[in-house]
């Protein structure tokens, strides 16, 4: 490749959710219009995903879940005070917030993290472990946990992690505060993973380009920045397509899908990037599809 060539990954979260979920990932796979997807590794259908992936050798990371649904750890005892009295993990800002009133025990994270990965590991031919991670609902960034993933990844021979820094928040004038606080903790988060030698996308799209907000112009806008910006030759675009899921099928332990898994947005997403005018825009910008392998051309 040229020297002005740009690379993109793509890369589509929560494999592994539902059955529709799943056929929707490998469908825009095989399209080449995906780079690769990271499994929801306590997903309803995660071990079918996981097959999947395997069967057709798409790259496959592991979606870390700390927040969602039940844990992948049995004994619950080895993690109290990671999940609530039914069991189900405290939820997106639950977490968070217990993580604020200390009353999150980190030992008991860091043994849902082990048990993740070798959840994962089980599930491979060869025992192998995932080459990139990434957090469900950025969870993986948090000030208080970010320590203690890296820790652990670099345990279990990850090599590649992502940082959500999307800059396009930085431009706007009144962000959603979590979004904000997203990147905000990426930006800190960079300096724990350096620490522990985990390799990522210096640039990131995806904040500003979910759901109905993945529109051609936007994705537009954030590639054209992205090829302008000399400092960086690949980047990660976070997607979340999907056919929508059956009301009663798929979820992560709980046998009920959420509300945006049902929604009309995932097939929003999905049909973006199947589109035969996203190609082509990729071919304006001279942007060529990579994987978390080509990040290593980001440390030499």
């Known amino acids: 490749m040229s020297s002005t060539t740009k690379i993109l990954i793509i890369n589509a979260d929560d494999f592994g959710y539902c059955p529709r979920r799943n056929a929707a990932i490998l469908d825009l796979f095989r399209r080449q219009a995906i780079s690769s997807t990271s499994l929801l590794i306590n997903g309803d259908y995660a071990s079918k995903a ?44 639950g977490l968070r917030n217990a993580i604020d009133q200390e009353s ?18 089980q599930w491979t031919k060869n025992e192998q472990y995932p080459m990139h991670i990434d957090g469900h609902q950025h969870i993986h960034i948090h000030p208080m946990l970010a320590e203690c993933i890296a820790r652990q990844a670099s345990r279990f021979n990850v090599k590649y992690i992502r940082v959500p820094f999307d800059q396009a928040i ?64 690949i980047t990660e675009l976070m997607c979340h397509p999907g056919y929508p899921s059956d009301t009663s099928i798929g979820g992560c332990g709980t046998g009920q899908p959420d509300e945006f898994s049902c929604s009309f947005d995932r097939q929003h997403e999905f049909d973006l990037l199947f589109s035969e005018e996203f190609r082509q825009l990729l071919t304006k910008y001279n942007i060529h599809l990579g994987t978390y392998a080509d990040v290593d051309q980001c440390y030499k």
Do not use: W
């Not at 496959?60 to 999940?83: A, K, Q």
């Not at 004038?173 to 985990?198: D, H, K, M, W």
């Not at 995806?206 to 936007?218: F, I, K, P, S, V």
């Open 50 to 93: 996981h097959k999947l992936a395997t069967l057709h050798h798409m790259p496959i990371g592991l979606h870390l879940n700390l927040t969602e649904g039940r844990p992948i750890t049995t004994d619950l005892n080895r993690i109290s005070s990671l999940v609530d009295a039914y069991g189900m993990m405290h939820g997106k800002m």
């Open 104 to 121: 999150i025990d980190m030992t008991h994270v860091e043994y849902e993290i082990e048990m993740q990965f070798r959840q994962y590991r």
């Open 170 to 233: 930085l431009t706007m004038s009144n962000p959603e505060p979590f979004y904000q606080t997203v990147v905000e903790q990426a930006c800190n988060a960079r300096t724990i993973f350096n620490r522990y030698g985990l390799c990522y996308p210096s640039y990131f799209i995806g904040l500003t380009t979910m759901g109905q907000a993945m529109t051609y112009d936007n994705l537009e806008r954030r590639l054209k920045m992205f090829t302008l910006d000399t400092t960086s030759n």
